[in-house]
T-cell receptor, first 116, second 113 residues
Framework: GESVGLHLPTLSVQEGDNSIINCAYSNSASDYFIWYKQESGKGPQFIIDIRSNMDKRQGQRVTVLLNKTVKHLSLQIAATQPGDSAVYFCAENMAQGETSGSRLTFGEGTQLTVNP | ETGVTQSPTHLIKTRGQQVTLRCSSQSGHNTVSWYQQALGQGPQFIFQYYREEENGRGNFPPRFSGLQFPNYSSELNVNALELDDSALYLC????????????FGNGTRLTVT
């Protein structure tokens, strides 16, 4: 079936470098995407979202890029810090219609490790 | 603003038993969703509740059931527990309507022996 997936299971960067985490999705009808950060022993924490009518959205130190042509999503983290070490998930909203709340399909996640 | 809280944090049950997990929504949210997260995997959608009724369900058997209360809190019930039910169970709350980000609690770690 259709699902959201990630290119790399692990990513290791040096403190202060920029990080890029990639995600490929297969459902061309998806119109809403979210990035989550999950630290050990905690639930997923909302980072940033983007709707399909946008190509780019920026937050504090994070940027999400959406390329609908190739069905690719990426999360860029600027000046990566040790506190950014976590598993990062992209999620695709599979909800249908205005009466539905968001129902997310998650990828398997990328483990980001920031080395001091 | 109060976030999503779940109880208990950890639970150990025996195969065949029943379990109830609880969730309090983030203040102002009216929709509750439950997800199951197996070790090393992404969360999987179980079901969603809105206006105290089930509003969508993932690929989970009927022994997974839920409730939403007038104060938007929620319960997840699992009957006839199986070993494969061992997982982290996550509750998330949101506003009704598409494109509303889910805000998750820290989950309940269920171990079935």
């Amino acid at each position: 079936g259709e699902s959201v997936g990630l290119h790399l299971p692990t990513l290791s960067v040096q403190e202060g470098d920029n990080s890029i985490i990639n995600c490929a999705y297969s459902n061309s009808a998806s119109d809403y995407f979210i990035w989550y950060k999950q630290e050990s022993g905690k639930g997923p924490q909302f980072i940033i979202d983007i709707r399909s009518n946008m190509d780019k959205r920026q937050g504090q130190r994070v940027t999400v890029l959406l390329n609908k042509t190739v069905k690719h999503l990426s999360l860029q983290i600027a000046a990566t810090q040790p506190g950014d070490s976590a598993v990062y998930f992209c999620a695709e909203n599979m909800a249908q219609g205005e009466t539905s709340g968001s129902r997310l399909t998650f990828g398997e996640g990328t483990q980001l490790t920031v080395n001091p | 603003e109060t976030g999503v809280t779940q109880s208990p944090t950890h639970l150990i049950k025996t195969r065949g038993q029943q379990v109830t997990l609880r969730c309090s929504s983030q203040s102002g949210h009216n929709t509750v969703s439950w997800y199951q997260q197996a070790l090393g995997q992404g969360p999987q959608f179980i079901f969603q509740y809105y206006r105290e009724e089930e509003n969508g369900r993932g690929n989970f058997p009927p022994r997974f059931s839920g409730l939403q209360f007038p104060n938007y809190s929620s319960e997840l019930n699992v009957n006839a527990l199986e070993l494969d039910d061992s997982a982290l169970y996550l509750c998330a709350s949101s506003f009704q309507g598409v494109d509303s980000p889910l805000h998750f609690g820290n989950g309940t770690r269920l171990t079935v022996t």
